[in-house]
């Protein structure tokens, strides 16, 4: 590690092999919380390159625990956080959106480093345990159409940092990284970057391990389809700048995406919006990043049958349904 810190501040780069070895390494447990946090750090100052990135992704998917589903069609819904904007759990809320659309999702998920609540504090505040065990692994998928993979339990370079990435408390690169980990290596990913940067650099990942992949950002910062401003989407067809009102969709403040000060303010906001009972804005930021997953699964889909496909979804009572039943088997 010594030596990588000093050739990195010298402002140096890894190559792919480089970089590999040093994330091996780290999933080893083979560096203390002192030397991690100076790892991380130098990348708050710089840019991370593909090849430094590509190489921690490849290193990371060698040691996962792998998940066999048979090569069931199912997407991952995620994005990268560390935007700073501290939303509700706008892509866990989709997920169960999705779900309640007859469709089939394996999420791979963290407790938030950089917000107030992650995926997998919402949904441990709901009393779900998390498990590697894949009979219920498979259970949930089948009867809830929703798999949680709490990343620390498939990745052991993600169990080495998390504590220091909750003490530093700012993004790091491995926010950049918890998206391209997934351990089942679902065929369909949405994917929400806090960057136009890291949008490009997603989209060359996706081309080269041929996943069929939409990647959105807000271009005011957003890891999602916010409603609050103009949003970039990139999929199989090429890139689209849209408003809002394109798609049918009034424009909404960012105070109202604010997840609250404490898990349980924003475990509050994901109940309201799956039993249809949030404010507009917070159903429609639901309902759009769902439809745009619903494509991704269906590029026939045109957007407006995909957000009525969501509607219908969270009006029925299916998604909040699916989640239910989702606790019942993880509980």
């Known amino acids: 590690m010594k030596n990588i810190l000093v050739k990195l501040s010298e402002h140096k780069t890894l190559t792919h092999d480089e970089a590999r070895q040093i994330m091996l390494a780290i999933a080893d447990g083979r560096f203390n919380d002192a030397q991690l946090a100076a790892f991380m750090t130098i990348y708050l100052m710089r840019s991370i390159t593909l090849d430094e990135l590509t190489g921690f992704q490849d290193a990371i998917l060698e040691r996962r625990v792998a998940v066999d589903f048979g090569g069931v069609k199912a997407i991952d819904i995620v994005g990268t956080g560390g935007d700073g904007k501290n939303t509700f759990n706008i892509s866990t809320a989709s997920c169960f959106v999705v779900a309640g659309a007859g469709r089939k999702v394996i999420k791979h998920g963290n407790y938030g480093a950089t917000s107030v609540s992650g995926a997998s504090n919402v949904l441990e505040a709901h009393g779900v345990k998390f498990t590697s065990d894949s009979d219920i692994l498979h259970r949930s998928l089948e ?4 798999c949680y993979l709490h990343a620390p339990f498939f990745s052991p370079a993600l169990k080495s940092v998390g504590p220091v990435r909750k003490a530093l408390g700012v993004r790091t ?12 290596r679902p065929e369909y990913q949405m994917l929400g970057v806090y960057s136009l940067k890291m949008l490009r650099m997603y989209k060359y990942i996706a081309q080269r391990e041929h996943i069929n992949c939409t990647i959105v950002h807000s271009l005011d910062g957003y890891d999602e389809i916010s409603l609050t401003s103009p949003f970039m989407v990139s999929d199989t067809c090429g890139e689209h700048l849209l408003n809002p009102g394109d798609i049918g969709f009034p424009v909404v403040t960012q105070e109202s995406l604010y997840g609250g000060d404490t898990p349980e303010e924003a475990s509050a906001i994901f109940d309201s919006v799956l039993a249809n009972r949030s404010t507009l804005p917070q159903r429609d930021c639901v309902v759009v990043n769902s439809a745009f997953a619903l494509r991704t699964l269906e590029p026939e889909l045109s957007v407006g049958e995909a957000v ?5 979804s969270l009006s029925s009572g299916a998604a909040e349904r699916c989640f239910r039943r989702f606790v019942e088997i993880n509980s």
């Open 143 to 146: 009867e809830s159409g929703v």
């Open 173 to 184: 690169f491995f926010n950049m990284l918890g998206p391209l980990v997934n351990p089942v």
């Open 308 to 312: 009525a496909l969501a509607e219908e």
